[in-house]
């Protein structure tokens, strides 16, 4: 007899083990969601709820974890920590829905993060299904200052030469920016970012016709940018310049990467040793509420990606608790993207020099890829695209 634990991450895998065991059929179906535990956390419940989402979740054959004042009701709210297998959490969601109708946003928040269904994102005219689809976003800064490779690529045939050399390792979006956000940078004015963009997203649209985003936070700029062929709009100001360029943005149908940034009074990057209570929960009432003021203003979800701005105003701590806990918000529907590329954290916390750092934002973005992200903003096009060509490989995509 041999003995060895395994991780099943996927019901699919599951099924796979079922079938190889000679598991009758019909039971594949039943067992396979029982080999996948999923934990939600609820923030902020009526501890009325929190009792009877407990005793649910234990009628179902889970568990729930509320406040120890919870139970006498001594205070009025609660988070809720819910603890079981996907059969245990269908179990929960009929049983419900037989509540009164005020647990019904209970059933279906619990029932869409069950469901995973696949997550499909538009840009101009693409649509990528992120259960699948990768979307690696080039970088091209036509600046003289940035933190990489400021002053490289700020004429029109140095440009042109990165954008070719970046298509051919893999990007997808070749992401344009002419304003710097490394820590300490200068603004510039709207008229010169203008010229250092507009010029060169023309040239790259005539030319090689790909999927252009515009990196800038300055609405006037943006709406240059969609008018000369960019079809995504990549905002650092916590979605302040998209909300501006909103009616630009919906009259050329274009896509939104949404970067929260907790950078003070300034839009370049900034780093701090404070740690947020939550961040996981900052992030995730960021995208939610953030997403909600744009779909109001008619740009649709298919649009709408978000980055949890590592670099901007974040501890150290708090960007390790997000890199480890993406699954919180992809598993939750959103489209995230890792804008993680070369960026200062990984020369404080490893102690490497910009020109090697490229080796560690692969690592991590394949372990990002293991939790649901599939759009990534890199510097190195080539070596993310092997990465993802492993990625895929090994899970069969």
């Known amino acids: 007899m041999l003995a060895y634990p395994i991780r099943l991450h996927d019901q699919e895998e599951a099924q796979r083990i079922l079938e190889s065991i000679d598991v009758e059929p019909c039971s594949v179906e039943i067992l396979s969601p029982k080999s996948q535990h999923l934990n939600i956390l609820i923030k902020s419940v009526k501890t009325s709820w929190a009792n009877i989402i407990k005793q649910e979740m234990l009628g179902s054959g889970g568990d729930a974890a509320i406040s120890r004042s919870s139970y006498a009701c001594k205070e009025a709210h609660t988070d809720v920590l819910m603890m079981g297998n996907i059969s245990v959490l269908k179990r929960f969601v009929s049983k419900m829905r037989m509540q009164p109708d005020c647990f019904k946003v209970v059933a279906d928040e619990v029932e869409k993060i069950i469901t995973q269904n696949p997550v499909e994102i538009k840009i101009g005219q693409r649509t990528f299904d992120l259960s699948k689809d990768f979307i690696v976003i080039g970088i091209l800064n036509v600046t003289p200052d940035s933190f990489s490779d400021g002053g490289k690529f700020n004429d029109r045939d140095s440009a042109m030469r990165q954008v070719e050399k970046l298509l051919n390792d893999g990007a997808t979006v070749i992401d344009v920016g002419g304003e710097s956000t490394r820590p300490d940078s200068m603004g510039v004015m709207t008229l010169e970012e203008m010229d250092r963009v507009i010029p060169i997203i023309e040239a790259i649209d005539k030319e090689f016709k790909p999927l252009i985003s515009i990196d800038s936070n300055k609405p006037d700029v943006i709406e240059a940018a969609l008018l000369a062929g960019a079809t995504l709009v990549n905002d650092v100001s916590s979605g302040n310049a998209v909300m501006s360029s909103v009616k630009a943005i919906n009259k050329w149908k274009a ?143």
């Open 255 to 397: 896509s939104a990467i949404v970067m929260m940034n907790l950078t003070p009074n300034s839009y370049s990057g900034s780093s701090t040793e404070e740690d947020l209570p939550d961040v996981i929960g900052t992030f995730m009432d960021f995208c939610i509420s953030k997403r909600q003021k744009l779909m109001e203003q008619g740009i649709s979800n298919e649009r709408l990606i978000f980055d949890p701005g590592i670099g901007f105003g974040l501890s150290d701590t708090d960007i390790g608790r997000l890199l480890k806990n993406m699954y919180s918000f992809t598993g939750s529907g959103l489209a995230v993207c890792s804008g993680l590329s070369r960026k200062s954290c990984l020369g404080r916390i490893i102690g490497l020099g910009l020109s090697e750092r490229d080796a560690l934002t692969n690592a991590i973005s394949l372990s990002l890829m293991g939790q649901g992200v599939r759009i990534f903003r890199t510097h190195d096009a080539k070596g993310l695209a092997d990465v993802i060509k492993f990625y895929k490989s090994i899970e069969g995509i």
